[in-house]
């Protein structure tokens, strides 16, 4: 079965960090660009980062570059996402996906709060 | 930052009939659009890939249409399990971009 199973979420203070993690089984994860999605309450979802295969290559929504990033551990099967100097604009659940187009599967989310 | 627009907001649909959900960019993503569904307390789920394609497991029931900017997702007679949200996404710009949803509710 593929899936993905994302997990580090937490509270944490405005400013703070958090590395979130996905362990990935069930596919050949060195072949796949690798995303993370969050969610804020009550909103459609929004693509946060992605990363290629082979992990040369990376991209990131504007409201994140300079603040998080993706990394992927291939020999592990792991995908990660460092989120440093948080605000509270960040609070979301944040989802792990294979792709870096369309997006499946999901994992079943890690919530982030940024607060004091 | 191509802008995905969905109407309705909110789609009122009584068991066994049709619904037909709308996704509108604010410029051409070719048929580089993917549909999803969001049930409460779950992940979402992807539908329909290239705009008319169904997922693996996704029954006949889900088709979508369209190209360009103007897009449509068809859920044929609806089943108890088919009331969610369902998002649109577009993939042939960066950054990745989704709608607002549409929330499919019992009539």
């Known amino acids: 079965e593929v899936q993905v199973v994302d997990s580090g979420g937490g509270l944490v203070q405005p400013g703070g960090s958090l590395r979130l993690s996905c362990a990935a089984s069930?596919?050949?994860?060195?072949?796949?660009?690798m995303s993370w999605v969050r969610q804020a309450p009550g909103k459609g979802p929004e693509w946060v980062a992605n990363?290629?295969?082979?992990?040369?290559?990376?991209f990131y929504v504007d409201s994140v570059k300079g603040r998080f990033t993706i990394s992927r551990d291939n020999a592990k099967n792991s995908l990660y996402l460092q989120m440093n100097s948080l605000r509270a604009e960040d609070t979301a659940v944040y989802y792990c996906?294979?792709?870096?187009?369309?997006?499946?599967?999901w994992g079943q989310g890690t919530l982030v709060i940024v607060s004091s | 930052e191509v802008e995905m627009t969905q109407s309705p907001a909110i789609l009122s649909v009584s068991p066994g009939e049709r619904a037909t959900l709308s996704c509108r960019a604010s410029?051409?993503?070719?048929?580089?659009l993917a549909w999803y569904q969001q049930k409460p307390g779950q992940s979402p789920r992807l539908l329909i890939y290239?705009?008319?394609t169904r997922a693996t497991y996704i029954p006949a029931k889900f088709s979508g249409s369209g190209a360009g900017t103007e897009f449509t997702l068809t859920i044929s007679s609806l089943q108890s399990e088919d009331f969610a949200i369902y998002y649109c996404?577009?993939?042939?710009?960066?950054?990745?971009?989704f709608g607002q949803g549409t929330k499919v509710e019992v009539k």
């Open positions: 996906v294979r792709g870096g187009m369309r997006f499946d599967p």
């Open positions: 069930g596919f050949t994860f060195s072949d796949f660009w």
């Open positions: 990363i290629k295969p082979d992990g040369s290559e990376k």
């Open positions: 410029q051409s993503v070719s048929s580089k």
């Open positions: 290239d705009a008319s």
């Open positions: 996404q577009q993939y042939n710009n960066w950054p990745r971009t």
